[in-house]
């Protein structure tokens, strides 16, 4: 890679996280900028819910043809998750499979059980964060035969994650269409056998997914579900397996950005067992409460942690007075962080800050 390629590759993909596209077009554009300055023959892309890191869309080449492997794996695609995490945990926005496992690829459970006998080897990894929270994630793959990345190779990824990282904050928090009010709050309800197939959903829950991705007319079996639906069915089937504690674990629920503009929730549940039925798999989809995204719209402003939780208070509706008191500051400081929150969001007054992180970016029509 010449360094030419590489400052050109660098910024104009730092052009496009700021030019307005939504999730998965921006990652499907920096893709095929990346590949012309990092060769590569497979990879996925990914676009995360900021609150639990699981993935709202995916989109993958080579890897896995029709049955989709990647995605459909229980194991790995947990595994995937928690190397996510992991990278995070240790502020390393690109981290390379030969170097997680010293050298030696056979340490790894995703090369050994899907990348190998796909007759692929060597994977990059990169993971792009923005004001503390997951946005998304990419792998890109080398075939089998093909050398490792090398070191130019890995900074330029790690050059472009912050701003891919900002690019898909701001695309997730951006309304791009108007959102129709008239009956859409209400939530939607689709039952799952054992199997993962929708034998049962409400009108609404058929509108929201629709929302969310294309439907094809098969979209009700496992093979052909919506992401979010495959991600809450094994985020459940995760929680209650033997070495968990379920008590310990939070229900469990996925937050998407849907095309519309609107935040949408999932939460999974099971139907208890009779006789004649098996346990089935109940999710539930419904807009997310305001208060559910604050901290994730706070984030597009830059606040500091004070400011966010001086925000916070703000929100619960609490005087100067006791926000002094609550944070052990004095009200003169109070007022300067409001100064500053008021700036940095472009407001005047306390009810103009909370329309705007709550409304403006999330329920833009509620206020017109």
């Not at 194991?75 to 928690?82: A, E, I, N, V």
Request: glycine share 8%.
């Amino acid at each position: 890679m010449s360094t030419g390629l590489e400052e050109r590759t660098f910024s104009e993909v730092k052009r496009l996280c700021c030019v307005g596209l939504d999730g998965p077009a921006l990652l499907g554009e920096v893709i095929e900028r990346l590949r012309r300055a990092v060769p590569f023959e497979a990879y996925c892309a990914s676009t995360k819910d900021p609150a639990s890191g699981f993935i709202t869309h995916g989109q993958a080449e080579e890897m896995g043809g029709a049955d989709d492997i990647f995605w459909s794996l229980e194991r790995l695609y947990f595994d995937h998750h928690q190397s996510v995490r992991r990278m995070m945990d240790a502020h390393q926005s690109v981290v390379l499979l030969s170097e997680a496992t010293g050298g030696n690829l056979e340490r790894s459970t995703r090369y050994v059980e899907y990348l190998r006998p796909l007759g692929l080897a060597y994977e990059m990894r990169g993971a792009f964060t923005s004001g503390g929270y997951l946005w998304g994630s990419m792998d890109l793959v080398r075939e089998s035969g093909s050398p490792d990345f090398e070191p130019r190779e890995t900074d330029l990824l790690r050059r472009i994650a912050p701003h891919l990282g900002n690019g898909l904050k701001m695309a997730a928090l951006r309304v791009q269409t108007p959102i129709e009010e008239d009956g859409t709050a209400v939530p939607g309800v689709l039952t799952l056998d054992y199997q993962g197939r929708v034998v049962q959903h409400t009108p609404a829950a058929e509108r929201w997914l629709r929302d969310l991705e294309d439907l094809g007319p098969g979209w009700r079996e496992w093979d052909n579900l919506p992401r979010a639906l495959h991600t809450v069915f094994l985020l459940l089937r995760r929680a209650l397996s033997p070495e968990r504690d379920w008590h310990q674990e939070s229900v469990p629920t996925l937050r998407a950005r849907a095309r519309s503009g609107r935040w949408l929730t999932l939460y999974g549940s099971l139907t208890e067992a009779t006789p004649e039925r098996r346990t089935e798999t109940v999710i539930i989809i419904e807009p997310t409460k305001p208060e559910e995204l604050l901290p994730f719209s706070m984030t597009a402003y830059g606040l500091s942690p004070r400011e966010e939780e001086l925000v916070k208070l703000v929100v619960r509706g609490l005087s100067t007075t006791r926000i002094s008191r609550t944070l052990f500051i004095s009200e003169y400081t109070v007022q300067n962080h409001l100064r500053s929150v008021f700036e940095k969001v472009g407001v005047r007054t306390r009810g103009e800050l909370v329309k705007r992180l709550f409304f403006d970016n999330l329920y833009p029509t509620l206020f017109g």
